[in-house]
């Protein structure tokens, strides 16, 4: 005859006997639907965080706020305003930077990061420019020490001053070389080339120069210059317009604050690449300034023999002759 066993009696014994023993901490792989063959693996991608820290994972859903990432043992909610970019996992690990060199500067096809670690490579490639008519900044594009500024900061000089920026272990020490040479304007561009002589004991950190053709409406910036003479100065924004006209010929518009020190600063993607010469901007409305796009910084550099200045003559010897008179009209018989 056969006892029945009551049934919490039954769940005792079974959870004694390890029958309910938990599961270990190991994700489960659900089986294949019914006429289905097995699953195929999410794609694994690094997302990129505003922080400077990376997280990775297969994206489970996305929508206008929030990335949600399976990271393996959990689903994390990621915001979308904090990422800076997504690669594949590994894609971006060992990647060599495609480098081409020119005579007085260099491009190349530099992975994405933050502003924040962007900025801390690149900070010493920018200077303050001084003269008796102002200031500004500008960026040094070879290590011999050619530096793209502004027309308007250098404009009837021969010769002015460059701060560098030197890092250090309490930040930057500044070093300032006396009577640097104007090499070459483009009055019309707004561009000039300042040649310095590199110090015996500093070995010159230079910017690499990218396709402003690329750049897209939205796409984030930053600035690093010396505005109203506030030393080393980040700021970042956006790409409004890529094409906006001023002052006769084409414009990256952006919400990068510029202010009276900036001109002649490199804006940078967030590459690092120099894709803008900071220009101008409304005194007053901080969401309406501009850069030169650097598909001009290209040219004048290619060709900087052709702008080179003639110390005697300021001007570059070029005068516009005006326009031929309408003829007089006939008096009618």
Known sequence: MTTAIPPVLLALTLFASGAFAQEPATRRQDP?????????????????LG????????????????????VGYDILKVPTASIIRRDKSGASEGRVAEVTHEDIFSTANLPEKSIRMGAAQV?????????????????????D??????FHVVEREVEVNVTLYLKSKSGFDLRTLRKCKVAAIAPKLDLALVKIKPPKDVILKYVYIGDSNKMKVGDKVYAIGTPIGLERTVSSGIISVTNRTFQGRTHLQITTPINPGNSGGPLFNLRGEVVGVNSAGYMGLQGLNFAIPSKYVIDFLRNRDAFALDSARSENGIHYMPAPRKPLAKNPK
Not at 145 to 150: A, E, K
């Open 145 to 150: 020490g050619y530096i793209v500024t502004n």
């Open 51 to 70: 922080t400077g820290k990376k997280v990775d994972g297969a994206v489970v859903k996305e929508t206008e706020a929030h990335v949600f990432l399976d």
């Open 32 to 48: 294949a639907p019914a006429g289905q063959g097995k699953k195929t693996a999410r794609e694994l991608w690094t997302f990129h």
């Open 123 to 143: 900070g010493e490639a920018v200077v303050k420019i001084t003269s008796p008519g102002g200031q500004g900044s500008g960026f040094i594009t070879s290590k």
